[in-house]
């Protein structure tokens, strides 16, 4: 049985620990920085499609409440109905944040769900008796809710995208995304200026 070389015996604890030492390295700068934001870019967004079905679930009984008070608001009520259609008509692929046309799109259409909703609580003002109805009370509580959650689900993913965007921007993020992700985009996020993406202010 030949003998293992001094030299190499020794060398062998010196090989793993150069390993390691550059594992740690790799992930000290920051290898892993770009799928992990990534994932919670993600995550986030599936929480704002979360809270936009919530909303739109809440519309047809709050129409019906409406309805039975104010069935000569037919305009506005309509448009609220019309809106919410367009809205859970748009397919909502997978990769949607990396796609600015789509990601516009969405955004339009919930902003006009936002807008006929601010107009039909509007509307509620004129009507003593749908305002002191409990059903429509709870459901009013209940968007009220809601668009907070929106509002809170979209700070979190804007700013989630914000860090995923900004690794892939930056050094050492964009040398990572060079070699090692090239099928990563920068996702699209929400503006906040149009007059149609104004949250209902629900008043008691």
């Avoid at 770009?34 to 709050?62: F, G």
């Avoid at 409406?66 to 609220?80: F, I, P």
């Avoid at 990601?103 to 509007?122: C, D, M, N, P, W």
Wanted: charged share 20%; net charge negative; aromatic share 8%.
């Amino acid at each position: 049985m030949a003998a293992i070389p001094l030299h190499d015996s020794l060398s062998r604890p010196f090989v793993a620990l150069f390993v390691a030492l550059a594992a740690l390295l790799l992930a000290g700068c920051g290898v892993n920085t770009i799928p992990t934001y990534e994932e919670q870019a993600k995550a986030s967004w599936s929480e704002v499609l979360n809270t936009y079905q919530r909303r739109a679930d809440l519309i047809p009984n709050l129409i019906e409440t409406v309805k039975g008070y104010a069935a000569q608001e037919r305009d506005v009520l309509t448009s609220v109905v019309e809106a919410r259609a367009r809205a859970t008509q748009i397919q909502v692929p997978a990769d949607i944040p990396t796609d600015p046309e789509a990601f516009q799109k969405f955004q339009a259409a919930q902003g006009e769900v936002g807008a006929a909703l601010s107009r039909l609580i509007a509307i509620t003002e004129n009507y003593p008796d749908l305002k002191s109805n409990q059903n429509f009370l709870a459901l009013q509580s209940q968007l009220e809710g809601t668009e907070n959650r929106i509002a809170v689900a979209r700070r979190d993913y804007i700013e989630s995208v914000r860090l995923y965007n900004t690794e892939l921007r930056t050094i050492p993020g964009r040398w990572w995304a060079m070699f090692l992700y090239p099928d990563a985009k920068p996702m699209a996020t929400f503006t906040v200026d149009a007059e149609t993406t104004k949250n209902p202010q629900v008043k008691f």
